[in-house]
């Protein structure tokens, strides 16, 4: 069964970090370019970070950049996201996706990607 599985979630008060984790089964990630995208209630699915296949290009929201770092472990197959610095406006459900793009491409629509994530949920709230 081809599929990513997000870990990592939480609740945690303002100011605290999360360290999500993107694990793929049945296929090879070092291929593909993975990114991290996320939904709050009542709003639309958004980019929040990516990577590029290799490493070597990332993409970050302004929202997150700064705070957010995004990282790969092909040996392992699994990317990360550390979160530090959280606020309540970062509270949403978070998914993982993968695509044969650019991390910048891949952060720039949520449509055209290969596999989706099954989105593990973040709280920040005291």
């Known amino acids: 069964q081809l599929q990513l599985v997000e870990s990592g979630g939480g609740l945690v008060q303002p100011g605290g970090s999360l360290r999500l984790s993107c694990a793929a089964s049945g296929f090879a990630l070092e291929s593909y370019a993975i990114g991290w995208f996320r939904q709050a209630p009542g709003k639309e699915r958004e980019g929040v970070s990516c990577i590029s296949s290799g490493g070597f290009f990332r993409n970050y929201a302004d929202s997150v950049r700064g705070r957010f770092t995004i990282s790969r472990d092909n040996a392992k197959n699994t990317v990360y996201l550390q979160m530090n610095s959280l606020k309540p406006e970062d509270t949403a459900v978070y998914y993982c996706?993968?695509?044969?793009?650019?991390?910048?491409?891949?952060?720039?629509?949520?449509?055209?990607?290969?596999?989706w994530g099954q989105g593990t949920q973040v709280t920040v709230s005291s």
């Open positions: 996706a993968a695509a044969g793009v650019s991390a910048q491409a891949m952060c720039a629509s949520t449509s055209g990607k290969a596999y």
